[in-house]
């Protein structure tokens, strides 16, 4: 029997992790990437999770999930929320008692998403090249349960995150999330900028790099 277009979801893939980044950083966890994303960041690390992929139903998906046997899950991409399922998906996954993380390039619009999850909502850099698609529309739905995240690839673009701190007042909503560009800025320098203008941001490097490189399912 053909599957109800309705209950399934493009993936590429779910695997068991270490949480690298964002305040669930160190926490087993389960990723499950869904496929497509509308952006093109010159410093994209999961290009190959724009085409492909396979579908799934969403009960196939809690079933590999609950397989792994761990608390936290963090759906991601590409742009997860760029299938409308999406929303289903994390619902089911709040439901079903997980701790659940939501990874977003902050183009599209979270408002629909399950107020259980924690939203991880990126403002791209003019460094993204993507900053166009910014939907600042996103920044008064932000509640303190959830976090803004800037990469920064340049001194340009920490000013840039800067101004955006001050002027939309980030940090009295939620936790601000500074992270340097794998191979753009030294992790060094970004966080003596930081210490320097003693911004009220957290800094954070990628700890699933540090462990194991580019790895791909990593
Ligand atoms: S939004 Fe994320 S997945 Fe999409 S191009 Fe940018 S970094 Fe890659």
Same mark, same amino acid.
């Given at each position: 029997?053909?599957?109800?277009?309705?209950?399934?979801?493009?993936?590429?893939?779910?695997?068991?992790?270490?949480?690298?980044?964002?305040?669930?950083?160190?926490?087993?966890?389960?990723?499950?990437?869904?496929?497509?994303?509308?952006?093109?960041?010159?410093?994209?690390?999961?290009?190959?999770?724009?085409?492909?992929?396979?579908?799934?139903?969403?009960?196939?998906?809690? !079933?590999? /999930?609950?397989?792994?046997? *761990? &608390?936290? %899950?963090?759906?991601?991409?590409?742009?997860? +929320?760029? =299938?409308? @399922?999406?929303?289903?998906?994390?619902?089911?996954?709040?439901?079903?008692?997980?701790?659940?993380?939501?990874?977003?390039?902050?183009?599209?619009?979270? !408002?629909? /998403?399950?107020?259980?999850? *924690? &939203?991880? %909502?990126?403002?791209?850099?003019?460094?993204? +090249?993507? =900053?166009? @698609?910014?939907?600042?529309?996103?920044?008064?739905?932000?509640?303190?349960?959830?976090?803004?995240?800037?990469?920064?690839?340049?001194?340009?673009?920490?000013?840039?995150?800067?101004?955006?701190? *001050?002027?939309?007042?980030?940090?009295?909503?939620?936790?601000? +999330?500074?992270?340097?560009?794998?191979?753009?800025?030294?992790?060094?320098?970004?966080?003596?900028?930081?210490?320097?203008?003693?911004?009220?941001?957290?800094?954070?490097?990628?700890?699933?790099?540090?462990?194991?490189?580019?790895?791909?399912?990593?």
């Amino acid at each position: 029997m053909q599957v109800p277009v309705a209950d399934r979801l493009r993936l590429t893939e779910i695997f068991l992790s270490l949480q690298g980044e964002s305040r669930s950083a160190g926490w087993p966890t389960v990723f499950v990437r869904l496929t497509g994303c509308p952006l093109r960041c010159q410093y994209c690390d999961t290009a190959y999770a724009f085409h492909g992929g396979d579908w799934w139903e969403i009960d196939a998906i809690l !079933a590999e /999930v609950a397989r792994h046997g *761990v &608390r936290h %899950v963090c759906v991601t991409g590409g742009e997860p +929320l760029a =299938q409308k @399922r999406c929303l289903v998906l994390l619902q089911r996954l709040c439901d079903a008692g997980y701790e659940v993380s939501l990874e977003t390039s902050g183009a599209i619009d979270v !408002a629909d /998403v399950d107020p259980r999850v *924690v &939203r991880v %909502v990126d403002l791209k850099t003019p460094g993204s +090249l993507e =900053q166009h @698609r910014n939907r600042l529309e996103n920044i008064p739905l932000l509640t303190p349960r959830d976090q803004v995240k800037f990469v920064i690839c340049s001194r340009e673009d920490y000013d840039w995150a800067k101004g955006m701190l *001050v002027e939309h007042r980030l940090d009295s909503r939620c936790e601000v +999330l500074f992270s340097p560009s794998f191979t753009e800025v030294a992790p060094r320098d970004l966080a003596e900028w930081i210490i320097a203008d003693r911004l009220p941001v957290r800094f954070q490097t990628q700890l699933h790099k540090q462990l194991w490189g580019e790895e791909k399912g990593r």
